[in-house]
């Protein structure tokens, strides 16, 4: 059984979902620009015995409306809040946005033990929505840390889908302005390389919202030129929001496109899952 407290207000928003009893492993769970509060996720680490926190992050009180500027330290507060539940072993689950959160935190923050990132991107993007004065234009960082933005990539409009397309695919925008600006790309990359945590990425080739595969392979790469190393789970077929066994599949929304078919999300989520609950069990702490 668990127990959830809905944190609607202050530094650090969402829900916390408490098991009973607590094998002290905490896991927060990030989503991307759906802004959602993924409770029904944190609800399944919190059924292994995990504290887990469906943080929001943006959208809040107080908080940007988009992903524009979002502080760093949004996450940091919220592994503050797993620490003072008296959880000693950190894991940060994101997707999409939320994975690019994720790998951030984990660089900046040596207390993360574990980094799940599901369809992530190797670099950081231009905002996706407005900022805190209201404003999503000119392209700003999605991030800050310290209060400055951190360098990004920006979008090449020269194939963004046509107004008023259903379900359009914005990968082949995402790779062309890698190319475009690819002078851009280094000082925007990720530094994987700083984090302390053990990695694991989820990808579909079949991802039609951005290149999450071949971000994941790029990430590879990186860590292995210090030699570290990540798990990879992928599936040809897959798409960008592939769903663990049992969870809710939502359907992609009108504005997007996210590739795959509903059978490969569904076995990419079972073989990440097995993947993710195998690592964290690595401490003998996680019952299943």
């Not at 905490?26 to 887990?52: H, N, P, Q, W």
């Not at 979002?70 to 997707?95: N, S, W, Y």
């Not at 700003?140 to 990539?153: A, D, E, I, M, Q």
């Not at 496109?257 to 073989?271: F, H, I, Q, S, T």
Request: aromatic share 6%; hydrophobic share 40%; with cysteine.
């Amino acid at each position: 059984m668990t127990s959830t407290e809905h944190l609607p207000s202050g530094d650090v928003q969402g829900a916390l979902i408490r098991p009973d009893t607590s094998n002290g492993l905490g896991v927060m769970v990030l989503t991307g620009s759906s802004g959602r509060v993924d409770a029904e996720r944190a609800k399944r680490f919190a059924s292994l015995g995990a504290t887990s926190l469906a943080l929001r992050w943006w959208g809040g009180e107080d908080q940007p409306p988009g992903i524009n500027l979002v502080p760093l330290e949004t996450f940091v507060r919220g592994v503050d809040l797993l620490q003072a539940e008296g959880c000693d072993r950190i894991a940060i689950l994101g997707t999409s946005f939320g994975a690019t959160a994720a790998l951030l935190a984990a660089a900046r923050d040596p207390r993360v033990d574990h980094v799940i990132a599901i369809s992530p991107s190797a670099v950081v993007w231009q905002n996706n929505g407005p900022g805190q004065d209201g404003s999503a234009w000119p392209p700003r960082s999605s991030f800050t840390w310290g209060g400055s933005p951190l360098p990004f990539v920006v979008w090449d409009p020269r194939v963004w889908p046509p107004f008023g397309t259903q379900n359009p695919v914005f990968r082949p925008m995402y790779e062309l302005s890698l190319r475009t600006f690819e002078e851009d790309v280094p000082a925007a990359s990720i530094p994987v390389e700083q984090i302390q945590a053990e990695i694991i990425l989820v990808a579909g080739k079949a991802d039609a919202l951005w290149p999450s595969d071949t971000a994941a392979r790029r990430i590879i790469e990186r860590l292995e030129q210090h030699g570290r190393s990540a798990t990879l789970v992928e599936h040809p077929d897959a798409g960008h929001s592939p769903a663990f066994p049992g969870e809710t599949q939502l359907a992609a929304p009108a504005e997007r496109a996210w590739g795959g078919a509903p059978a490969a999300d569904r076995e990419l989520g079972a073989v990440a899952w097995d993947v993710i609950v195998r690592r964290l069990q690595s401490d003998d702490r996680l019952s299943v």
